[in-house]
């Protein structure tokens, strides 16, 4: 079958996608020559600079997110496939400053493999970094061993709060603290309905039967998780936030940040659907659904599902994520 | 062919890795596609390129930087966990290679220990685990025991290509604890690692590359 | 096959989605009781007010336009059906007031049935409106009859414009003037490569052979216009172009907009790509690409393609379109 | 059955036609689908829930505010275009109906023309466009026929009834001109308007409501 996709040859997929993105969003984000995504109007020098890496294929994330508020720089690689490290180093050097670099790292292996060996060069050059590792998925691993557990949309939670902080002048540790804090206080579960295909490769990721849903897919369309019938919204959200609110030990009375995060071909009309079932539980367990928001932000090409996201919020947290911003992605006044 | 080891043969040992995995990607992704995303034929494809293009480039290189060129070239690809794993392959290999010009079986093996030694500062990942080093591992230890039998390269790589290969093939009954495949969890097992495969694909590669030089 | 849709009853999806869009987008607008989708900020009494109807299920479309810069009052419908004509009556006595209200209609049977039924009661309450038609879809009709032709989402260049215009303050004959103008100089065009189900009904609409794609396809599945063999990123941009290009007869040297919209499985990646192969088109033509956008502005479910726009743009309408905005599907700054 | 015609024969003539929708929708959205949007069932479902709240709320109503009160209750449905047409055929209905408690079989085909009056006002569709009143020409025609005949009630919207179904029946060899299915073009020959099925089918009940009362 063939793929029912608007591209052109495999190899210009990133370069290509780059160049419609950066005429798009020509106010906000700019590409270089060597494919970093950097903000149009660069931040001050004495804030501290946040930036991440990733794989292509996900858009809006990674470089989506890269603006006022949020991150600085964006190394993004082929599609799926983490950036290798030079053109990760090249980036740490280039936002390299006294104030320091907050380095954003999503738990997938090449992710880990280039970010760590640009690091040991990073600090060899004497460049002021401090990493971060988002993995608050929930399927993959207990919070007891966080290694196992994948980064995935999440992360927009993360960089948001950092992002905030580092636009308000606060120092690299105290952006560090804050997105760890972030980190330890999220967690993600994936559901997946339907299908992608590879772009560049055609292959199908991630089947799904006629009549199931995975709870607990990748974003690659990694396998894993709890196959089982299909089910109504409310009940699936029920399913997803129960797992989440169990793996945060949220207790009642105390305030969250939920995110319904579209994959792919999930509709708005859907993910809205669902938060308004994720409220219907929340205050059943009268839990306070202090925040929320639902869209694509981090999607696996045209595949069915959406992440649920979850966090519990301090008044700190709460006041970062109510920070404006403005990226391709998303956008606070 | 030569029992000393110069740049003509690490270039033909290089180009004879990259034509296995050109002839093989389809199959490398195939696999990828069971547990992981399916890409790392595409991958392994641009590594290949890579390797291609700087062993072109690289009339009369010294050995070490002609592997370090290489490893930076791979990493360059943005190729996953493929990228910086196979490139600090080759850094590891170029780390341990001396000023001189030539190599013997012994020399070569020494590299890659070294290059195994760089592949394994970079990931927690030990033999069982389901992944490249399931191939990696086995090869080197192979050759080295050639090597220290007084074979020859070409028949070092030739043992070195058949443990690979066996390596891979034991992958399928293990479980994965790296890499993507490892969300499948038991699911992982039946399935060679797409990673181990590759890494097979290289050993048969160098050794048909020694040969036809 | 059962529908891969996170639903719960059919009769409450309207309602429900309106639930999940209020709570993730409080800060922007408010739903009302009687389904009227409203600023949270009402515009200044003094500036004229825009009201649109149309059926829901095109997520963000019509709704996720209320906000700073663009309409005030979205009267949603049921799913791909039009609101009747007692809520829309309703919106537009809200909406009233000395500086007018501005009613932009997508034309589409339902709606301008209810749009029209709603303004002859309009005009005998002695209420100042004025409507604008849009029907910008050269799929179905020529020029000279426009009435043929459909509204597609060609009303966001609509929207924003008029938006800006009456946020700065002009007169209701001025936004009007505007709207119309922006309208004249506005060509969309579609095209389907997979079909979505009705989440209603659960019916397929719009279904497409394997190795084809139509170009020309409604935004509810209609069928129309050309099935083709798939094609390129490339090889499709410049067929559908050249068809844009035609029918507003665009000159070498004139300035134009270009909107990819995505409606529904097509990805983001994909329309970037989409977008840089029409800058190329439009570089070989030496028709300056002024502005650009890309995304999901008007959905059509889960259904695969999307719909190019093109608009001639003079300076006056480039201002406004580079006005700020700020509404749950768009932001500009 | 009374050959004057009260509230409750006039309810009863709503409620036949509200039972004979619900039996039928999902052939309606399927016509629907060729061209359409498939959603016309679901339209003229809600439409006929909406009548019956407004008939079983209607106790005593005079026969012009039962008939304006069903309009908005149509037009209230959000029915893409039927809401509208369909309610302003009853509007158009209610405008004719006068201060008098009872209707013979002249009046009530003076009301179903002043129904009809308030769709063409609507839409500049007429006869022979594929649509609603390819159904409801022909059944206001044959009611008028009836009554200056002198046939009862009964007898008019039986014929009514037919004239609509025929009408119904004649559109599939239409070429739709208006409503999404226009964009079909000539494609859309060989299919039933859904519209004009689903007035058939509410002429239909209407005469079925009339006979059980
Ligand atoms: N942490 C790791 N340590 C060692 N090998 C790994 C690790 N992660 C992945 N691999 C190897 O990489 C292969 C997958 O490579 P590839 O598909 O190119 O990268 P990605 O998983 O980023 O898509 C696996 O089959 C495995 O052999
Ligand atoms: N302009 C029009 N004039 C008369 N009848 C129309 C018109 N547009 C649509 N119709 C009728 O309405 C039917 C479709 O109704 P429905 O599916 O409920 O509305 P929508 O087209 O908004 O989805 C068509 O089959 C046709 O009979
Ligand atoms: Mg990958
Ligand atoms: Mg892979
Ligand atoms: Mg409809
Ligand atoms: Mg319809």
Same mark, same amino acid.
């Given at each position: 079958m063939p793929m029912k996709k608007f591209v052109n040859k495999p190899e210009d997929l990133v370069s290509e996608l780059l160049r419609g993105f950066a005429l798009a969003n020509a106010d906000k984000i700019k590409v270089l020559d060597n494919n970093l995504v950097v903000r149009a109007r660069p931040k001050a020098k004495n804030k501290v600079a946040i930036v991440t890496l990733g794989g292509s294929g996900h858009e809006p994330a990674l470089s989506g997110f890269v603006g006022e508020g949020m991150l600085d720089i964006s190394v993004p690689g082929d599609i799926f496939a983490a950036p290798g490290p030079p053109k990760v180093i090249e980036a740490l050097r280039m936002a390299n400053r006294k104030a320091g670099v907050l380095f954003i790292v999503l738990n997938h292996a090449g992710d880990v493999l280039s970010s760590n060996m640009a690091l040991e060069m990073a600090k060899r050059e004497g460049l002021n970094v401090r990493k971060v590792l988002t993995h608050e998925d929930i399927s993959a691993g207990?919070?007891?061993?966080? @290694?196992?557990?994948?980064?995935?949309?999440?992360?927009?939670a993360v960089i948001k709060v950092a992002g905030a902080a580092a636009e308000k002048g606060k120092s690299l540790e105290e952006c560090a603290a804050i997105a760890e804090r972030m980190e330890a206080n999220l967690a993600t579960l994936a559901v997946a309905v339907s299908a992608a295909t590879h772009p560049a490769t055609g292959g199908v990721i991630a089947d799904v039967k006629e009549d199931e849903m995975v709870v607990g897919m990748g974003q690659h369309g990694e396998a894993g998780g709890g196959t089982q019938k299909l089910k109504s919204a409310d009940e699936t959200a029920a399913i997803m936030?129960?797992?989440? =609110?169990?793996?945060?030990?949220?207790?009642?009375?105390?305030?969250?940040?939920?995110? =319904?995060?579209?994959?792919?071909? @999930? @509709?708005?009309?859907?993910?809205? =659907?669902?938060?308004?079932?994720?409220?219907?539980?929340?205050?059943?367990?009268?839990?306070?659904?202090?925040?929320?928001l639902a869209g694509e932000f981090l999607t696996v090409q045209e595949m069915?599902?959406?992440?649920?996201?979850?966090?519990?919020?301090?008044?700190?947290?709460?006041?970062l994520w109510d920070a404006p911003c403005h990226c391709p992605a998303w956008s606070v006044k | 062919m030569p029992d000393k080891f110069v740049q003509a043969q690490l270039s033909a040992m290089l180009m004879g890795a990259v034509a296995r995995i050109k002839a093989n990607h389809k199959e490398l992704s195939r696999l990828d596609s069971f547990g992981g995303d399916g890409d790392h034929g595409s991958a392994m494809l641009r590594a290949a390129d890579a390797i291609a293009k700087t062993v072109s480039g690289a009339k009369k290189k010294a050995t070490k930087d002609l592997l370090s060129d290489t490893a930076w070239a791979v990493m360059g690809i943005d190729g996953g966990a493929t990228g910086p794993l196979l490139g600090s392959f080759f850094l590891g290999m170029s780390d341990a290679a001396g000023k001189g010009k030539s190599l013997d079986a012994k020399g070569l093996s020494a590299l890659f220990i070294s290059g195994l030694e760089g592949v394994m500062k970079n990931t927690p990942a030990r033999a069982?685990?389901?992944?490249? &080093?399931?191939? &990696?591992?086995?090869?080197?230890?192979?050759?080295?025991?050639?090597? $220290?039998?007084?074979?020859?390269?070409?028949?070092?790589?030739?043992?070195?290509?058949?443990?690979?290969?066996?390596?891979?093939?034991?992958?399928? $009954?293990?479980?994965?604890?790296?890499?993507r495949a490892k969300n499948l969890g038991d699911k992982s097992i039946g399935? $060679?690692?797409?990673?181990?495969?590759?890494?097979? &694909?290289?050993? $048969?590669?160098?050794?048909?590359?020694?040969?036809?030089a």
């Open positions: 207990s919070r007891k061993n966080p @290694t196992d557990r994948r980064g995935l949309a999440g992360c927009l936030l129960d797992a989440l =609110i169990k793996d945060l030990k949220i207790k009642k009375g105390e305030e969250v940040l939920a995110i =319904i995060n579209g994959v792919g071909s @999930t @509709t708005l009309m859907e993910q809205y =659907i669902v938060l308004q079932s994720v409220k219907k539980v929340l205050d059943r367990k009268k839990i306070a659904l202090a925040r929320c069915g599902g959406f992440q649920m996201i979850l966090g519990r919020m301090d008044k700190e947290l709460l006041s | 069982g685990d389901k992944t490249m &080093l399931d191939a &990696l591992i086995p090869a080197v230890e192979a050759m080295q025991t050639g090597a $220290k039998a007084g074979a020859g390269i070409p028949d070092c790589l030739k043992s070195a290509a058949d443990a690979a290969a066996k390596g891979a093939e034991t992958t399928s $009954k293990m479980k994965a604890r790296f890499g399935n $060679k690692d797409a990673g181990a495969v590759s890494m097979s &694909l290289i050993f $048969k590669g160098f050794s048909e590359g020694v040969e036809s």
